[in-house]
């Protein structure tokens, strides 16, 4: 189930290495002027948390994973393994996702969440970019009830689109998904919110190529489905 809510105010940035994926961000993003679309770094953005594709066991080894456990110690993984464990025994589902603390000015906060099970996977013919970046919003949503206004701020990368092979376009066409799913709503718990994409963007299939997807919460679809015939 999902809830309307009175959203605060949280700073979006896109960034990332990869002037393809910027590209096809600033095109998908064009009518979303509040979300900040930047080509670099990660470890250069002075956000007050950092998403990472992880996978569902959070072995950070490689990719912007690796990057980060490089950055923020050793320790960081150890916390992130051990969210994991205490939450989801130890596999973290796609569609869900870990926000542990890392003990620096800033970033405060590491956002794990998963584009795929193992280290290395194809996930091109997938949803999971849409699934990993609504799962990471609602991630904030989660802290920010435990700690008002903890987060005010997040740097998200082209989930999927290095390791996973997801094409740029699919990419960010999957990220405009996530993030207009939280621009309105909040579920609350990674499983309704995870029915809602399965449901609705198991259809679309080579669509994502062109087109972007918005996916309405079930009390929405229920509302237009009610009622008297037209």
Request: hydrophobic letters at 40%; a negative charge; aromatic letters at 6%.
């Amino acid at each position: 189930m999902s809830v309307k809510f009175m959203k605060p105010v949280l700073n979006v940035v896109l960034v990332d290495v990869n002037a393809a994926v910027v590209r096809a961000w600033r095109a998908a993003f064009a009518d979303t002027p509040e979300v900040e679309i930047t080509h670099g770094s990660m470890l250069a953005q002075t956000v007050d948390a950092w998403v990472t594709p992880t996978n569902s066991s959070g072995q950070m080894d490689g990719g912007l994973d690796a990057v980060i456990k490089r950055f923020l110690g050793s320790q960081i993984e150890r916390r992130v393994q051990a969210e994991i464990g205490k939450r989801f025994n130890g596999s973290m589902p796609i569609g869900a996702a870990t926000c542990v603390s890392t003990d620096a000015e800033l970033p405060k906060y590491l956002i794990s969440a998963p584009t795929m099970v193992t280290s290395s996977e194809n996930v091109s013919n997938t949803f999971n970019v849409a699934l990993a970046c609504a799962a990471a919003f609602q991630a904030i949503h989660q802290q920010n009830a435990r700690i008002p206004a903890s987060i005010t701020s997040v740097a998200i990368p082209g989930l999927g689109a290095a390791t996973g092979r997801v094409p740029p376009r699919v990419c960010a066409n999957l990220m405009w998904t996530g993030y207009t799913l939280f621009n309105d709503h909040d579920f609350h718990n990674f499983d309704s919110l995870r029915e809602t994409l399965d449901e609705q963007l198991g259809a679309i299939g080579p669509r994502l190529e062109r087109d972007r997807v918005r996916v309405k919460p079930p009390e929405m679809i229920e509302e237009h489905t009610d009622g008297c015939c037209h």
